[in-house]
Every structure is written in structure tokens, then in C-alpha cells.
């Protein structure tokens, strides 16, 4: 998804802050373990990332 070493640290660092934000708000809403609510914002992320990665290489994309 990032094309350097900084993007790709920023980009870790963002999409962890947002699985905690988004996992503690979800827990609390729907009244679930935050753990496993962390765990499937994580899962979701990556899913989201796989696919973006395989559309932007299927577009023409120059990544390795």
C-alpha cells in the first residue's frame, strides 16, 4: 500500500491508532470484549489493504 519506508511506518501507525479508537468504540457500543473487537478491526484493515493491493496491481500499478 506505501511505496517507501516512511509511508509504510505512518501508514502502520496510523491504521493501529484507528483499530484501538475504532475497537474500544465498537466494544463499548456493542458491548464486546475490546481485545476481540481490536482483533476484527485489524481484520477488516487488512482485508481492505489485500484488496486495494490487488486492485491498484490489476490498474497498472508499479508496485513489487
Excluded at 464486546?32 to 482483533?39: F, M, N, Q, R, S
Amino acid at each position: 500500500v506505501a511505496r517507501g519506508f516512511r509511508a509504510t511506518i505512518l501508514t502502520a501507525a496510523g491504521c493501529a491508532v484507528l483499530s484501538v479508537v475504532a475497537g474500544i468504540f465498537s466494544s463499548f457500543a456493542m458491548n464486546l470484549p475490546a481485545g476481540g473487537a481490536i482483533v476484527v478491526i485489524n481484520i477488516v484493515l487488512f482485508v481492505v489493504a489485500y484488496a486495494f493491493r490487488k486492485t491498484r496491481m490489476r490498474g497498472g500499478g508499479a508496485l513489487p
